[in-house]
């Protein structure tokens, strides 16, 4: 059951708020961009560039849903199918043929592969095995929103919490492609912490409290391997001052119109 602090939208409204897609709410993800390079920023939110999701970023939410979301919501949401079988063959067509084409634009559901499933069942199964990882998700709500007005500097902004649990606080499901052991640094590299700090102001913002946030990894491969990890304090304090940092950033980019790319200067290579 959601607290009061969360709305309730689907992802598809989500997505639909943000900036660049007809909203006006800034996100984490958006946030990232712009941080990496303000012009870069500037022409996705004007449609000059596209915005495309990546295979392993459509598998993640697959993921997501079958571990975290009631049955019926993964059923409503995911069709798991090889698509047409091609009679000559007795396998299925080749997802580059008009046959496959043809079946996936009569769909209104996403598709999963058999094997994909096989891999997802396999990674749920084993974060709902994870003592730590099950303690986390034993109790409170996937999918939580939460939509500020005016946000920090007047910048409406927004965030989809994968989990939370009122005992213990964000919890944030990732799937991960290599050896756990490497996960730290995955999470240094994807800016996770500037992420889940992004998560925690927010949250603050709406509940009084600032709540500590977790991380169950799952790798991608069989044996599945699952870890918790947590931020410190001291790390999710560092990223959320950055992220204040950037909004400002935005919001005079914003009023002047000058989004830059952050090269406008000379770089100097000082290392061999």
């Known amino acids: 059951m959601k607290t009061n602090w969360f709305i309730d939208l689907d992802e598809k409204s989500y997505h639909a708020g943000a900036l660049g897609n007809g909203g006006g709410y ?35 939410r697959a993921v997501h849903c ?8 993964w059923q409503n949401r995911y069709l798991v199918s090889d698509g047409p079988i ?16 043809q079946f996936l634009s009569e769909q209104t559901k996403e598709i999963v592969s058999t094997h994909d499933f096989g891999l997802i069942e396999g990674m749920a199964e084993s974060v709902w095995s994870h003592g730590e990882a099950h303690e986390l998700l034993a109790n409170g709500s996937p999918e939580n929103t939460i939509r500020l007005e005016e946000g920090e500097v007047d910048v409406p902004s927004q965030a ?27 999470a240094h590299d994807f800016g996770y912490a500037y992420q889940m700090a992004w998560y925690r102001k927010l949250l603050e913002i709406k509940s009084g409290k600032k709540y500590p946030v977790y991380l169950v990894a799952v790798e991608k491969k069989a044996p599945f391997t699952v870890g918790v990890f947590k931020f ?14 950037t909004l400002c950033e935005f919001a005079n980019c914003r009023d002047s119109g000058v989004f830059p790319t952050r090269f406008e200067e000379t770089q100097l290579i000082d290392k061999l």
């Open 86 to 101: 091609n009679d000559k063959t007795g396998a299925p067509y080749g997802k580059a043929t008009a046959k496959y084409q």
């Open 232 to 245: 410190s304090e001291e790390v999710l304090d560092q990223a959320e001052a950055i992220n204040r940092e």
């Open 26 to 60: 800034m996100s984490s993800h958006n946030l990232a961009v712009f941080r990496d390079n303000p012009r870069t920023f500037e022409l996705m939110m004007k449609g000059k560039l596209p915005r495309t999701e990546s295979p392993a970023l459509a598998f993640g």
């Open 160 to 186: 989809r919490l994968d989990w939370f649990n009122p005992d213990y606080g964000i919890v944030d499901l990732k799937t991960h492609g290599d050896d756990l052991k490497w996960f730290s640094k995955a």
């Open 66 to 73: 079958f571990t975290l979301e009631p049955t019926e919501m």
